[in-house]
């Protein structure tokens, strides 16, 4: 049987980093080295949207960094649209997407999908992972947005460390329980923050199997899409 959702992961992209910021401070964080809090020069990114059409690129995924406090974020994505892209993709924490009127404009200029960085079912673990407090609540707040949007794709990407390990299936299943249908469960790597707290986030993954596979067995369901990545 034909895997849509496979046959998509395939489709040629072309990343292109917006900035060089963020708005949280997460434990884990692998691009904290790259980070310098400036965004990157609007011309700088036409000249990625075009190299990725060239390229046969069908899909813009626009990243950071937070790409969504580039001040010109709009105006990217109209450009992406105006580019040849069929398919406008950003991964973000989210939280500027609280604000329903930004998330509205952005669908407006040609936005397709959006996947959102969860990392805790409860207040208390996802804010101890980003490091800033009220985070939990502007994401979670973000995220209905997005799933009341009905043309809307949403993901979610939970970086799997020490702190989490054992929720994994709760957050998917309290995800789940508010409309989500895919998840990407990504492994913690060694870089920026992630070695920094290396004693506090990395974990023994042959300890932790029998929490993961609780979470990997969710995939059993049909309704739900649940990938691996750097495992």
């Known amino acids: 049987m034909k895997n849509v959702r496979e046959d998509t ?31 990157i020069p609007f011309a700088e990114i036409e000249k990625e949207l075009r190299l990725g059409i060239k390229n046969k690129a069908v899909r813009a995924v626009l990243s950071g960094g937070e790409p969504t406090l580039h001040p010109r974020l709009i105006d990217i994505i109209t450009t992406a649209k105006r580019s040849g892209y069929s398919h406008i993709q950003i991964i973000t924490n989210g939280r500027m997407f609280a604000n329903k009127n930004f998330l509205t404009n952005c669908l407006a200029k040609g936005l397709n999908e959006v996947t959102f960085s969860v990392h805790g079912h409860t207040e208390t673990l996802h804010d101890g992972l980003t490091g800033v407090p009220g985070s939990y609540r502007q994401t979670m707040q973000s995220l209905k947005n997005a799933l009341n949007e009905k043309n809307l794709i949403v993901s979610v ?75």
Do not use: M
């Open 9 to 39: 992961a395939n489709i040629k992209k072309q990343w292109v980093r917006l900035t060089r910021v963020c708005n949280n401070q997460c434990l884990f964080c692998l691009d904290k080295d790259a980070q310098n809090n400036t965004v």
């Open 157 to 231: 990407d939970i970086v799997i460390n020490k702190l989490n390990v054992k929720y994994v299936k709760a957050i998917i299943n309290h995800l789940a329980g508010i409309g989500v249908r895919e998840f990407d469960l990504l492994q913690i790597i060694p870089f920026g923050r992630a070695w920094e707290n290396r004693k506090t986030i990395f974990y023994d993954i042959e300890k932790a199997l029998p929490h993961l596979r609780k979470a990997f067995q969710l995939s059993l369901d049909p309704n739900l899409h649940i990938w691996t990545n750097r495992f």
